[in-house]
């Protein structure tokens, strides 16, 4: 018997073959995937979120005196007068909702998941009932978005754009998750009782120790188990370093206000803050970049070791610190606000200025050139500011070109009712124009008083119609004071960096400001004091290169060749290295 | 009885609510999302689906019934299967996702801005304003409108209902870039 397979064989149905077995192939069934299989499922774990913190108690301190804290109110949000003004803005359907993003340096998927199904920052505070005593702005819940899932943060925004509120706010919100129950914000001596005030306004459920005293109440004060923020100077910190790591203290959250006070990482200051035990670390400074690009490597050895280095060049510092950096300019974020009004003033000094100026430059430069390569910075400083004396006051005669035209210009304000704030670098200067501006009130503030002095002083000039120019040092009152009722500012002398002299502007440019500031600053024609402003405006420039992630310009802070260069001297060589 | 089979393991969390949505990629497929939140629009659990594909013969032999098949049965079904917190109600903003209430004994209702339900549609002048929205329960639901009704007042005191499926969207983009 032969055999054919069926592709061998073409056989019409009609044909009948005898004799041969023919056996067809049973035809096999054809079979469509029709069926769409159901997708494999990913759960995702979120985390589970800690109870929320409403009250702290004290326990186990039989010695210790409660903390008076008024009851828990009903919490609200304060209506926003810009929500007033435009009823369009309160419906749900133009409501802005501010997003909680994860930051870049969480990887874990489920982490981010967790940041992103979380619902919007204002349906979040609502939720919480935390109460506000004013409505923050758009850019400060963007601000709060920032710092609350960041372990590493540097809030750098402009002065006078509220990053005490920021910060506030958002710890607030991490003790009310449960995801911070220690806090310490560390502050300049001078803005303990600042910080003190705006965490019992921005934040009035929480309970708050200052840190303060003599060690054996320190040592209580930094024992008390149940505060969730405490509050202490950057001396009591350096003071209390090794008391702080026997106790084997660990803060959730460590705060520094003002953290350029640690952008010279080789100092205790700066040592003492990097001691401490802390999950995350959170930094605010409207200057991150005051002198050169080494002083936001040294913030970054606080909030995140090892980030940054020396090394990198200022495009490679931006790029690094991009994620962990948050700054806002006031012209950015506040269309609103009422405008500065910025006057350089070109002074004319009086004759006698004049030659005794003439004298002192030619003395101080043949000084300096006859002590050729032993010369040094400090003998240049010192020329310079004797040289800055001179334009404020003559040293012989006491005249002062400045001080005629700045008395002029206060009669004007305080006859209109104004506040005048008026600053210079040296104390001395301060006490002589108090003297001839009595007549306007004008009161000091200066680093050489007491916190309780100083206070006063504060309370006197906003309060008392009498007092219409407070006299202020660059070192106490350009730091965190909030003084926006002023509307006149007087820089009677410049500062050695613009961040400094933005600084003591902001005391009165800031939000609550009435209306617009006036800024006045004065320089003594033909003088050192136009050529240093000349090397001013180049480090803003330094400042505003690294911030904006751009190449910088060839020259970068205040070197010693430029130091040198007011007096069209070259420096010695090894000053030069 | 999948929704049955599940309860037996759901844990009951008073006042939680469901949102279920689709994201349609054109790079990797029909993606599901499903988010339970708490009174206060806290997330409790979210769950996603791998990407769906459908192959051009599946296309063909589906036809119309395609849309819905896939996201009534195969997303939506498995996804209401898979919580492990049982909500009060879910929502959807995606009519073909009220197919998945055949799978699930879960009350299911649609959200739509109002002006879009004014359109013609099988939901077309049912259902009921809330907040600015409409909300429109699936037939099998409408004679719980009012309690119904009674479980989202409570909710959109924290809730804009909209917003949740945005949360899920950002996590679905959120999975295909990473």
């Known amino acids: ?577 | 009885m999948v929704g049955a089979m599940a309860i037996s393991t759901q844990q009951h969390v008073e006042n939680a609510y469901g949102f279920l949505t689709t994201v349609d990629s054109p790079s990797h497929g029909l993606f599901g999302g499903y988010l339970i939140v708490d009174l206060e629009g806290r997330p409790l659990e979210f769950h996603c689906t791998a990407p769906v594909r459908v192959s051009r013969a599946q296309q063909i032999l589906y036809g119309a019934t395609l849309h819905g098949h896939l996201h009534g049965r195969q997303i939506g079904g498995t996804l209401l299967a898979e919580g492990s917190v049982v909500p009060r109600l879910v929502l959807t903003d995606q009519e073909p996702l009220l197919q998945a209430r055949s799978h699930t004994h879960l009350p299911l209702a649609l959200v739509t801005a109002s002006r879009d339900q004014e359109q013609a549609g099988p939901t077309a002048g049912a259902g009921f304003s809330l907040g600015g929205l409409t909300v429109v329960p699936h037939t099998t639901d409408r004679a719980d409108e009012t309690v119904l009704r009674e479980h989202l007042e409570g909710l959109i005191q924290a809730v804009d209902l909209n917003e949740p499926f945005e949360r899920i969207r950002a996590a679905i983009d959120e999975a295909q870039r990473h």
Request: net charge positive.
């Open chain 1, 1 to 577: 018997m032969q055999s054919w397979r069926a592709a061998e064989v073409v056989l019409p149905a009609t044909a009948i073959l005898a004799g041969i077995e023919c056996r067809l192939p049973t035809p096999q069934a054809l079979r469509l995937p029709i069926g769409v299989s159901r997708p494999a499922v990913t759960a995702v774990p979120l985390f589970v979120a800690r109870p929320a913190v409403e009250r702290f108690l004290f326990s186990g301190q039989a010695a210790a005196p409660p903390p008076s804290r008024p009851p828990v109110r009903p919490l609200t949000a304060a209506p926003s007068p810009a929500a007033e003004a435009s009823p369009a803005a309160v419906g749900p359907a133009v409501r802005r909702r501010t997003r909680i993003a994860p930051p870049r340096d969480v990887v874990k998927r489920s982490e981010r998941f967790f940041f992103l199904l979380q619902p919007d920052l204002e349906t979040i505070l609502e939720t919480s009932r935390l109460e506000f005593p004013r409505q923050p702005f758009p850019f400060q819940f963007d601000g709060m978005a920032f710092l609350v899932p960041r372990h590493a943060a540097v809030l750098a925004d402009e002065m006078g754009l509220g990053k005490s509120m920021q910060a506030i706010s958002s710890l607030r919100l991490l003790i009310r998750s449960g995801e911070a129950r220690r806090v310490l914000v560390v502050c300049p001596k001078g803005l303990v009782s600042n910080w003190a005030r705006e965490l019992a306004d921005w934040a009035p459920e929480l309970v708050v120790a200052v840190i303060e005293g003599d060690q054996r109440r320190r040592q209580w004060q930094w024992s008390l188990p149940d505060v969730p923020v405490k509050l202490a100077n950057y001396e009591v910190v350096v003071r209390d370093r090794d008391l702080v790591a026997e106790m084997g203290l660990e803060f959730d959250l460590v705060v520094l206000d003002e953290a350029q006070r640690i952008k010279n990482r080789d100092s205790q200051t700066s040592q003492s803050v990097r001691a401490l035990r802390r999950g995350r670390s959170w930094a605010l400074t409207g200057t991150p970049v005051e002198n050169s690009a080494d002083d936001i490597v040294g913030l970054f050895e606080f909030v995140a070791p090892g980030h940054l280095n020396g090394r990198m060049s200022p495009r490679e510092l931006g790029a690094a610190a991009a994620d962990h950096v948050l700054r806002r300019t006031k012209d950015k974020v506040l269309k609103d606000m009422p405008p500065r009004l910025n006057r350089d003033e070109r002074i004319e000094l009086t004759a006698e200025q004049r030659e005794t100026y003439r004298q002192a430059e030619e003395e101080g430069v043949l000084r300096l050139s006859g002590l050729g390569q032993q010369a040094t910075i400090q003998h240049v400083f010192e020329l310079v500011l004797r040289l800055k004396q001179i334009c404020n006051f003559d040293t012989a005669t006491g005249e002062s070109a400045k001080l005629d035209r700045l008395e002029a210009e206060l009669e004007e304000i305080h006859a209109s009712g104004k506040k005048s704030l008026v600053f210079s670098q040296w104390v001395a200067t301060l006490g002589r124009l108090r003297e001839r501006l009595a007549r306007f009130g004008a009161i000091e503030y200066h680093g050489g008083m007491s916190t309780v002095a100083r206070d006063e002083c504060l309370h006197r000039f906003k309060n008392d119609s009498r007092h219409g120019v407070l006299l202020l040092s660059y070192g106490a009152g350009a730091v965190g004071l909030n003084l926006q009722f002023s509307q006149y500012v007087f820089l009677f002398d410049r500062w050695w960096n613009p961040a400094v002299e933005d600084q003591a502007i902001n005391r009165a440019h800031r939000i609550g400001a009435a209306g617009a500031v006036t800024v006045t600053r004065y320089l003594s024609v033909d003088t050192i004091e136009e050529r240093i402003d000349e090397v001013l405006r180049s480090k803003r420039d330094l400042s505003d290169t690294i911030l904006s992630q751009a190449e910088p310009p060839a020259s970068g802070g205040l070197t010693a060749e430029e130091i040198f260069a007011l007096f069209r001297l070259s420096p010695p060589r090894r000053a030069a290295a």
